[in-house]
Every structure is written in structure tokens, then in C-alpha cells.
């Protein structure tokens, strides 16, 4: 059993940055080999890729941020961020922390506005 816990999400304006962070518990011994990823989900929207790292270092984003996000890891603390920057309005939406292939966070909330 892993849970996954997130934090950092908030309201922030245009041209802002935020730092999620995600924290794996329960049974983490082998967190860095897992693949971990980020996801978001706005209102009346799929749920789509942001971010994820996969072990040997590859890191894959979704071309919507690409540039202005960083996906990274502390495998000694079990927990993956997701550096936001330039955040946009489009930005907004609920993310969540994933680790594959089975297991979700709950989610926090990203509010881009003036």
C-alpha cells in the first residue's frame, strides 16, 4: 500500500510560479525505479499528462508546458515536484500526483487569475 499526498497548489497570478510537491508513503523502498507523474484535470475537461519521470533521469512534458515546467525528484525523501513558472490562465486545474500504474493523489488546486 502507497499513498500519495500533495501540497502547494493555491491562487496565483499571471506570470506566477508555484511549487507542488508529492509525498509517497507507506511501502517507498523502491520509490526510485517507480515512475512517477503529474496530471491535471480542469473543470469539464479530460484528465491530461503535465509531467513525468521515469527512471535513467527520462523526463517527458506535455507540449502545452513544456518550457515552463520542471518535473524532479528527491528519492531520498520519496517525493516528486513539479516546479510551475509563467503560469498562464489555462494553467488552471486540479492536479494530482500519480505514481504508475496504479495509484492517485487527491488532488490540489492551481487558480491562475488576476
Known amino acids: 500500500q502507497v499513498q500519495l499526498v500533495e501540497s502547494g497548489g493555491g491562487l496565483v497570478q499571471p506570470g506566477g510560479s508555484l511549487r507542488l510537491s508529492c509525498v509517497a508513503s507507506?511501502?517507498?523502498?523502491?520509490?526510485?525505479?517507480?515512475?512517477m507523474g503529474w496530471y491535471r484535470q480542469a473543470p469539464g475537461k479530460q484528465r491530461e499528462l503535465v509531467a513525468r519521470s521515469s527512471t535513467g533521469g527520462k523526463l517527458r512534458y506535455a507540449d502545452s508546458v513544456k518550457g515552463r515546467f520542471t518535473i524532479s525528484r528527491d528519492n531520498g525523501t520519496s517525493t516528486v515536484y513539479l516546479q510551475m513558472n509563467s503560469l498562464k490562465p489555462e494553467d488552471t486545474a486540479i492536479y494530482y500526483c500519480?505514481?504508475?500504474?496504479?495509484?492517485w493523489g487527491e488532488g490540489t488546486q492551481v487558480t491562475v487569475s488576476s
Open positions: 507507506g511501502n517507498t523502498f523502491l520509490f526510485s525505479i517507480w515512475t
Open positions: 500519480y505514481k504508475y500504474t496504479d495509484t
